[in-house]
């Protein structure tokens, strides 16, 4: 199903919290958090944001470029040009991580309930800003938001993209 599972396992596991623990600790059954972890469920956002909750990290480290998608609309097809682009990337042997640079000042506080009491009360961001990380052979090159799109539209442009990109239709 995805690497999703994977990542809330390797994330429990490094927290050192059993799958009971976790799901007490996100307000979940226990056999939410082992369906997750064995990709036999794929979690909504809300349940993902538990999860990152209870491990103490961004969403975002669970869902990687998902996130955005899951959590604002109009970045979905944005995303899907860009899983494009990073795939021809990956092809010729580069990776692409991101790395949250920042988030706007206007949100709203989501309540975290357990066992029908509030426990926590976790900020979300209208919007989160994220830089590019490329790297390769042990070089890596940090991307602002504007500076990966003039990236992104010049190798575009290439012959060697363009051929990749026509392959891959077949």
Known sequence: MSAIGDK?????????????????MAGLAE???????????LPKIEQIR?????L?????????????????????ERLRKDGVFEKYLE???????YKKVGESESGD???????GEVVDRIWIPDEEYFNTIIGKA??????????????????????EYQLWKKNQSR
């Open 138 to 159: 042990g070089v890596e090159t940090e991307f602002t938001e504007e500076e990966f799109k003039d990236f992104q539209a010049e190798i575009e442009q290439s012959i």
């Open 91 to 97: 092809s010729i042997g580069y990776s692409v991580t």
């Open 56 to 76: 103490n990290v961004d969403p975002f480290e669970i869902l990687g470029p998902n996130y955005f998608s899951q959590t604002h609309a109009a970045l979905e």
């Open 8 to 24: 809330i396992k390797g994330l429990r596991k490094q927290a050192g919290l059993t799958q009971k623990n976790l799901a007490k």
């Open 50 to 54: 538990k999860i990152a909750t209870a």
């Open 31 to 41: 056999i939410t958090i082992r369906k997750y972890e064995n990709q036999d469920r």
């Open 109 to 115: 506080y989501e309540e975290q309930v357990l066992n």
